[in-house]
T-cell receptor, first 114, second 113 residues
């Protein structure tokens, strides 16, 4: 069975600084997707970034980028130039290609301080 | 395009009752997945529907059921509610095909008293 582990329950960062959130996963599958979602206090789950396992290039979306290490089964999220609006719970998620079930980690609560 | 919508947004029920939650996916999306979010268990997958067929099911009792209509709208039903069913229920849709990204609705917060 696939599992997703986020080892940092809480983190804080100063505004404008950079922070990295960790995620590791376990799977025997070869074709899968990895995602980072954020869930602000409003509870709306918002997609931050996604990575297809077959792509070697790390995904980037504006201030958000990932470090995808397939052999190590690691998928960390780097947030550059942190903004107050980045304050949220961040969930790492895994999905096998063709399946409709995301497997989530427990989440990391990120606080951006002014 | 309008996002995923869920109704109702908030619901209070008592033990033993049943409840039906509704989810309208993004236009053109054929797959709808449901998740339960609680402080203790985190986010757990309930089931997925694709073109009116349940394709995948999580580890939940039979009291949890769902269906999908021809317009891709989906409903989930929980019968004989228990206190532990209090949770945020999230619905997510995806197009099907090569894009596997799931887009979430705002959720329905269910409180069972």
């Amino acid at each position: 069975a696939q599992t997703v582990t986020q080892s940092q329950p809480e983190m804080s960062v100063q505004e404008a600084e950079t922070v990295t959130l960790s995620c590791t996963y376990d799977t025997s599958e070869n074709n899968y997707y990895l995602f980072w979602y954020k869930q602000p206090p409003s509870r709306q789950m918002i997609l931050v970034i996604r990575q297809e396992a077959y792509k070697q290039q790390n995904a980037t979306e504006n201030r958000f980028s990932v470090n995808f290490q397939k052999a190590a089964k690691s998928f960390s999220l780097k947030i550059s130039d942190s903004q107050l609006g980045d304050t949220a719970m961040y969930f790492c998620a895994f999905m096998t290609l063709g399946q409709g079930n995301l497997i989530f980690g427990k989440g990391t609560k990120l606080s951006v301080k002014p | 395009k309008a996002g995923v919508t869920q109704t109702p947004r908030y619901l209070i029920k008592t033990r033993g009752q049943q409840v039906t939650l509704s989810c309208s996916p993004i236009s053109g999306h054929r797959s709808v997945s449901w998740y339960q979010q609680t402080p203790g268990q985190g986010l757990q997958f309930l089931f997925e529907y694709f073109s009116e067929t349940q394709r995948n099911k999580g580890n939940f009792p039979g009291r949890f059921s769902g269906r999908q209509f021809s317009n891709s709208r989906s409903e989930m039903n929980v019968s004989t509610l228990e206190l532990g069913d209090s949770a945020l229920y999230l619905c997510a849709s995806r197009p099907g095909g090569p894009d596997e990204t799931q887009y979430f609705g705002p959720g329905t917060r269910l409180l069972v008293l």
